[in-house]
């Protein structure tokens, strides 16, 4: 397993236990997301162990965290393998996300303040910046970051959980994509409709405006995806 250099930013000796557990956690999500790890290739926690000079159980603990989100598999004394996302369950995530963000949205449009857009606009800064290194991981994190921000202006929040597992996931379709991996795009430019309609207040306009730029992603990070999508739309 090509693991993340462990040594990159603040020494090993002074990591905490909780830092060493999180480190470990985002190393091997890095991994996943990004498709950079064979999905037969078990996660063995004595190897993670000694990469990380942390316990069996500060592994467990960050394995555990993965399985919440459905990324892995862990099958007692078997091991715990990478959880596969096929696609059709990709289909029915996206539709779910996109009906999740649309009707979200709608809400969240009708009090979206200028405190709340200038905290989504500073997230598209940072966006920016990491694309610019090249940190694919990041821009994800904050990519989600920023959807679920918008969410959690709806109130419609006992499907919160819902939209994260959904996007997560999804993003291993996006941002894990090989044929896709090097292609840019302004995460400004690219999420500006929105602010624009939730600075507005019109419920419509948020809705067509999410509703496209999901589109968007999925027809440029995910081809695949996209032609399934449309498949499935056909044969029903």
């Not at 078990?42 to 000079?53: A, D, T, W, Y």
């Not at 109130?155 to 379709?173: D, S, V």
């Amino acid at each position: 397993m090509n693991l993340p250099n462990s040594n990159d930013g603040p020494s090993r000796t002074k990591f905490s236990a909780v830092t060493k557990g999180s480190t470990v956690f985002h190393a091997v999500r890095r991994l996943i997301l990004l498709g950079e790890i064979q999905s037969d290739q078990p996660l063995v926690e004595q190897h993670l162990g000694r990469e990380f000079n942390c316990s069996q159980g500060t592994v467990r603990e960050a394995l555990m965290r993965l399985q919440e989100e459905g990324l892995v598999e862990r099958r007692g004394y078997r091991g715990t393998i990478i959880a596969q996302t096929g696609i059709a369950e990709a289909i029915q995530m996206a539709r779910i996300r996109l009906d999740l963000e649309v009707e979200g949205i709608r809400h969240a449009a009708l009090s979206f303040d200028d405190t709340e857009l200038d905290e989504i606009r500073g997230m598209l800064n940072n966006m920016e910046k990491v694309m610019v290194l090249g940190d694919q991981y990041a821009v994800s994190e904050i990519d989600r970051l920023i959807h679920l921000t918008i969410f959690r202006s709806s109130g419609l929040m006992a499907l919160e959980p819902i939209l994260k597992r959904c996007t997560l996931h999804m993003h291993r379709f996006t941002f894990g994509s090989e044929e896709t991996r090097d292609r840019r795009i302004s995460p400004i430019e690219s999420h500006q409709p929105i602010l624009d309609a939730l600075a507005s207040h019109d419920p419509e306009r948020a809705a067509e405006a999410m509703r496209t730029h999901i589109a968007e992603v999925i027809e440029l990070w995910a081809p695949p995806l996209k032609s399934a999508l449309g498949q499935s739309a056909t044969n029903h």
